[in-house]
């Protein structure tokens, strides 16, 4: 099976500007797309650096000296980095969102297309799946997830619906989740089970949180000169990076010194967003939401 179809490939590399002899890190490694592109580019002297959380990600382990796969979410990747020695960077580039093989993978629960468990945890250790935050979450918290990670419409209809049925019986699979879907759906079936889907799994690996915390270290990370290159998929996740390379933080609010100069050392390198070109829409379905910022530390 294809654990992962690269979107972006060489538009996101390209826009890290890579030194031979530099420093570089993939916050996402998955099936190691990215990362192979950035060895191929890299020489002796060069070293690339790492990060997921899948323990099925580290079946694609690259076998190279210049490369150090990190066991780790990636909003530790600033304290992951000290312990290698590595306080600067020339590059940093990230493919938020799931994987492909993620998505295919019925036992991990993330698609509704077929029928498996109710996880969604994209590192197995987390305590919280899937099924536990339908089971456990309030009404009021499961319309807050629903209209803010999802824009469900009928946010509150549904988890009305999610705490009737549980009160009768507990959610364990995606059946138990899509049969209730299946009666309450509003406009294209296909949208509102997809946007039901994300908003649960960005609650359940709290994505919006642990990026806002690798956003912010990566001003810091990177060295003058440095990229950082970031392909997003929904609308959360990117006005959290546009945010961060306009004002320098993921609040988006420009901050001044004594003297009314900017504090923000990152300057936007695509003034218009990157997006993929027709033929890669053709080949690869998981393109068409995709979009890609570069900033670069002045």
Request: hydrophobic letters at 35%; glycine letters at 6%; proline letters at 2%.
């Given at each position: 099976m294809t654990?992962?179809?690269?979107?972006?490939?060489?538009?996101?590399?390209?826009?890290?500007?890579?030194?031979?002899?530099?420093v570089y890190v993939?916050?996402?490694?998955?099936?190691?797309?990215?990362?192979?592109?950035i060895l191929s580019q890299l020489g002796v002297k060069g070293h690339l650096y790492a990060f997921d959380q899948d323990e099925d990600a580290f079946r694609n382990a690259l076998d190279d000296p210049r490369f150090t796969l990190v066991r780790s979410n990636f909003k530790y990747v600033k304290n992951f980095l000290r312990l290698y020695g590595v306080t600067e960077v020339d590059g940093i580039l990230a493919d938020l969102g799931v994987s492909s093989f993620q998505i295919d993978e019925a036992a991990r629960g993330f698609t509704y297309?077929?029928?498996?468990?109710?996880?969604?945890?994209?590192?197995?250790?987390?305590?919280?799946?899937?099924?536990?935050?339908?089971?456990?979450?309030?009404?009021?918290?499961?319309?807050?997830?629903?209209?803010?990670?999802?824009?469900?419409?009928?946010?509150?209809?549904?988890?009305?619906?999610?705490?009737?049925?549980?009160?009768?019986?507990?959610?364990?699979?995606?059946?138990?989740?899509?049969?209730?879907?299946?009666?309450?759906?509003m406009g294209s079936k296909h949208k509102y089970f997809a946007q039901v889907f994300q908003a649960i799994r960005i609650e359940v690996n709290?994505?919006?949180?642990?990026?806002?915390k690798m956003l912010q270290q990566c001003p810091?990370?990177?060295?003058?000169?440095?990229?950082?290159?970031?392909?997003?998929?929904?609308?959360?996740?990117?006005?959290?990076v546009k945010r961060l390379m306009k004002t320098g933080n993921v609040e988006g609010v420009l901050e001044k010194d004594d003297f009314g100069k900017?504090?923000?050392?990152?300057?936007?390198?695509?003034?218009?967003?990157?997006?993929?070109?027709?033929?890669?829409?053709?080949?690869?379905?998981?393109?068409?939401?995709?979009?890609l910022r570069i900033a670069e530390k002045m």
């Open positions: 654990y992962h179809v690269p979107v972006l490939l060489k538009e996101s590399v390209d826009g890290l500007a890579i030194k031979p002899d530099g993939d916050v996402t490694f998955g099936a190691g797309g990215h990362s192979k592109s297309r077929e029928d498996g468990p109710l996880d969604m945890r994209m590192n197995q250790y987390m305590k919280m799946s899937a099924a536990d935050l339908l089971n456990s979450y309030t009404r009021d918290d499961l319309v807050y997830v629903l209209s803010n990670y999802g824009e469900v419409r009928n946010s509150k209809s549904l988890a009305q619906r999610i705490v009737e049925r549980r009160s009768k019986v507990s959610f364990r699979t995606i059946s138990d989740l899509t049969e209730l879907l299946d009666e309450i759906y709290d994505e919006i949180g642990v990026l806002k810091s990370l990177l060295k003058e000169g440095g990229r950082l290159s970031v392909i997003s998929y929904h609308s959360l996740e990117d006005r959290l900017s504090k923000n050392n990152l300057r936007i390198i695509n003034k218009k967003i990157i997006l993929p070109s027709d033929k890669e829409l053709g080949l690869n379905s998981r393109a068409r939401s995709a979009k």
